[in-house]
Structures are given as C-alpha cells and as structure tokens.
C-alpha cells in the first residue's frame, strides 16, 4: 500500500510561480525522484507518490511551505491503497491509491476545504476527515510566521526551542509564541494519531 496526494496552490494566478515553485519542488526533492515519485503539471498541480505512514505529514509540510508565502494555501487529496500499474511518471501510474487521491481531490472544491483523505476504510475515513476538518480551522489561517515554525518544527523534529531561536535570531520565548499560536502541538498529535490509525488499517 503506497499513498499519493494530489494538489494544486490556491491564488497561483495572483503570484509569480518563482515565489513558490522552488519551494515545493525542493522538498518534493527530497522525498524522492521526478518525475518517477512526483511531478508538477498545468503550471500549479502536482502529485506525489510516497510512504503511506509520510503522507500525512508530507501533505502538512507542503502546505505550511505554501503558507510561508503571503496570500498562497494549497489544496490536497490524499489516497492510500495499491500501485497496479507503474508509468514511466506518477501521473501515468495507476490503481486504488491514484483513483482515492483523484477522486478526494476532485471533491475539494465543492467541499470547501483544503485537505482530504480516502483510505479505503470508511470509518477511518470518517474518524481522520472529521479531525482534519477540525485541524483545519487553524491550518488554514496560519501567518507566514506560523507556517514557518510548522517547517522548522517537521525539519528538525529534534531541534529544542532555543536551537530554532538561534537559527531565527529571535527569543527563546518568541518561539514559544509562535509554536502556540501555530498549535504545533496540536499538528503533532494528529500525526500521531494518523500513524496508530494505519497499524489498525494494516
């Protein structure tokens, strides 16, 4: 079981695509190899085929990338299930995972929110989108400020308060802050609620 999340950025039209273009292909960069496990397309789609325990995290990392650019948000359809066929690109593989993704995606719109995910399992499903419904009243009103402690807190999961005060030249307490105001912990007892929901699922 693999996951793939598809996405597209929110007000692309209203920016220059060198304000957040490099942003995302470098960090899908590092989660793996275009356009094999992703790609962007359209000019401001993309999708990524990655570990299903990742996904969620990945979709939030994405996200808080995005929103440490004024104005930007980005909308995504998880899908966790199989890979039946493998194209020379992730979007010319195929199976459950892709159609979940595509069609969760699909749906986002006329739903009006941000972040969805099918796993295939409908009490999961439920479970998880009712909590990321929740999560998503502050998601997505997060400043530039709070998505950029979002990505230092998922870069350096290990990195104590007064290491990302150091590497920001601000007071240890103004992370505190802004750790609070962002409810990073919050964001990681959801991860960690994702990663028991897939050992029930698996």
Do not use: C
Not at 28 to 43: C, H, M, N, T
Not at 62 to 79: C, E, N, P, Q, S
Not at 85 to 95: A, T
């Amino acid at each position: 079981m693999i996951a793939i999340i598809t996405g597209d950025i929110i007000n692309s039209e209203n920016h220059n695509s060198a304000e957040w273009l490099g942003i995302l292909k470098d960090y899908l960069s590092k989660l793996g190899k275009s356009p094999i496990d992703w790609e962007v397309y359209r000019g401001d789609e993309f999708q990524l085929k990655i570990d299903k325990k990742d996904a969620l995290q990945a979709a939030i990392h994405i996200k808080a990338l995005i929103k440490t650019v004024k104005g930007l948000d980005v909308r995504m359809g998880i899908g966790l299930g199989n890979e039946t066929f493998k194209g020379v690109g992730v979007s010319e593989s195929n199976g459950p995972a892709y159609h979940r993704s595509g069609r969760t995606f699909e749906s986002l719109k006329e739903d009006k929110l941000n972040l969805t995910i099918a796993t295939g399992d409908g009490f999961f499903d439920d479970t998880l989108n009712l909590m990321l419904k929740l999560a998503l009243h502050f998601m997505d009103d997060w400043s530039t400020v709070s998505a950029e402690i979002i990505v230092l807190a998922l870069d350096n999961p290990h990195a104590s308060q007064r290491e990302i005060a150091e590497r920001l030249n601000i007071q240890q307490s103004a992370v505190s802050q802004r750790q609070k105001r962002a409810r990073l912990d919050l964001v990681l007892e959801l991860l960690e609620y994702y990663s028991k929901t897939l050992k029930e699922l698996s």
